[in-house]
Each structure stands twice: as C-alpha cells, then as structure tokens.
C-alpha cells in the first residue's frame, strides 16, 4: 500500500489544521492506521491511531482532546485534524499503515510526511 500525506504547514499558536493520508494499492480496509510525528533532534513519536473494524480512536495523552482522527472509506483516506496548535506540536507529521499500535514497528507501510510547524 503507498501512502501520500499532505496538509501540513505553517500555523500561529491555537490554530488548526487537517492532515490528509490517502492510500492506494491493497486493500485499504485491511489496515490499522496511524499518525506519527518527528521533531527535530527527537524520536519518532505515536500521536493517534484508528482502527478499521471499528473506527476506534486512540490517542497520545500530549494530543488527546486536541487532535481527532476520522476516516473516509469511499476516499480512501484518514485524516487528522489538529486544534488548539501548540509550538510543541512541531514536527514532520507521518502517516502508517499496519497493525496498529503506539510503536513504529507495528506498522509497515509509511508516507512521506508532511511539515507542520506552529509559531508562538
């Protein structure tokens, strides 16, 4: 499955935005989904996660009631929506695809990432 992510960019403290992650190739449905994220100088981080059975949702304590993850079947793609931007929150955002989880290496198919970056 490839993965493109695209949405990021630059935003003042307390703004939003929406990252977008479409896949194609297999069977999109088989898959759990993602979001990562990677500031400069830090590790890989798990941001949010959803699960195709049963769209649940899961959440990085740093991002939950801020951060929502939703999808579209028909479109093939998962978004998350970002609210209440802190500068924390900036980094290389990446989206995945596997078997869902909070570790990078419980998935197996990752996108490009996308670049968001919010200023105070």
């Known amino acids: 499955v490839q993965l493109q992510a695209s949405g990021g960019g630059l935003v003042q403290a307390g703004g939003s935005l929406r990252l977008s992650c479409r896949a194609s190739?297999?069977?999109?449905?088989?898959?759990?989904m993602g979001w990562f994220r990677q500031a400069p100088g830090k590790d890989r981080e798990f941001v949010a996660g959803?699960?195709?059975?049963?769209?649940?949702?899961y959440y990085a304590d740093s991002v939950k009631g801020r951060f929502t993850v939703s999808r579209d079947n028909v479109k093939n793609t998962v978004y998350l929506q970002m609210n209440s931007l802190k500068p924390e929150d900036t980094a290389v955002y990446f989206c995945?695809?596997?078997?869902?989880?909070?570790?990078?290496?419980?998935?197996?198919?990752w996108g490009q990432g996308t670049l968001v970056t919010v200023s105070s």
């Open positions: 959803m699960y195709w059975s049963d769209s649940n949702a």
């Open positions: 190739g297999r069977t999109f449905s088989a898959y759990n």
């Open positions: 995945a695809a596997g078997g869902g989880g909070t570790y990078s290496d419980d998935y197996a198919y």
